[in-house]
């Protein structure tokens, strides 16, 4: 276990809707990381929020938008919902202290149906 | 734009063989990360890289990066059931956008 804890697990929306999926990050770590991961591909990255900044977005459109708390704890938000949004959403966090050993810890993922 | 190209992309072999995936990126990088995954799980990481020349290893599998040549590989060793999985190597950009750059993973399948 890495200690990132997201949730839901599993949700199913329709096309037009919004969501928000919700990420803790592992004690101690200050920097969450959001991505994308369809079906039989590599995780593509979202945005990246470090002390409750936004520090890098990847090419993704402006729907997508995230936040971070003071506990470091994230959320990502989805609006208008589209078909190509189905996918494994992916959280990751890490401190970002010491570049040179940083690693990434992953959560179990939301997976996200939309129908 | 920093590119990351995984072959092969599947692979079945039977235990006991050796076998390397190869990881290729399109500009230079900071730091190249290993990844496994599970079906319907999460990522976990087992290398992370930093420079030329740099090789590490954990039991059966073992990862080396040549920054010049911008390759890595992963080398797995006699290989068991147990591996199987998903591996995806993915590239820090040298900007240090923090942005990771994820392979497009290769799919491995070992044999009893």
């Known amino acids: 276990e890495t200690g990132v804890t997201q949730s839901p697990t599993h949700l199913i929306k329709t096309r037009g809707q919004q969501v928000t999926l919700r990420c803790s990050s592992q004690s101690g770590h200050n920097t969450v990381s959001w991505y994308q991961q369809a079906l039989g591909q590599g995780p593509q990255f979202i945005f990246q929020?470090?002390?409750?900044?936004?520090?890098g977005r990847g090419n993704f459109p402006p729907r997508f938008s995230g936040l971070q708390f003071p506990n470091y704890s994230s959320e990502l938000n989805v609006n208008a919902l589209e078909l190509d949004d189905s996918a494994l959403y992916l959280c990751?966090?890490?401190?970002?202290?010491?570049?040179?050993?940083?690693?990434?810890?992953f959560g179990s993922g939301t997976q996200l149906s939309v129908l | 734009e920093l590119k990351v190209e995984q072959n092969p992309l599947f692979l079945s072999m039977q235990e006991g063989k050796n076998y390397t995936i190869y990881c290729n990126y399109s500009?230079?990088?900071?730091?190249l990360y290993w990844y496994r995954q599970d079906p319907g799980k999460s990522l976990e990481s087992l290398f992370v890289l930093l420079s030329n020349g740099a090789v590490k290893q954990e039991g059966r599998l073992m990862a080396s990066l040549d920054t010049k040549a911008r390759l890595s590989t992963l080398h797995i060793t006699a290989a068991v059931h147990d591996l199987s999985a998903t591996y995806f190597c993915?590239?820090?950009?040298?900007?240090?956008?923090?942005?990771?750059?994820f392979g497009k993973g290769t799919r491995l399948h070992i044999l009893p």
């Open positions: 990751a966090s890490s401190l970002s202290l010491d570049r040179a050993t940083e690693k990434l810890f």
């Open positions: 500009t230079t990088s900071d730091r």
């Open positions: 993915a590239v820090d950009r040298t900007n240090r956008d923090d942005k990771i750059i």
């Open positions: 929020y470090y002390r409750e900044e936004e520090n």
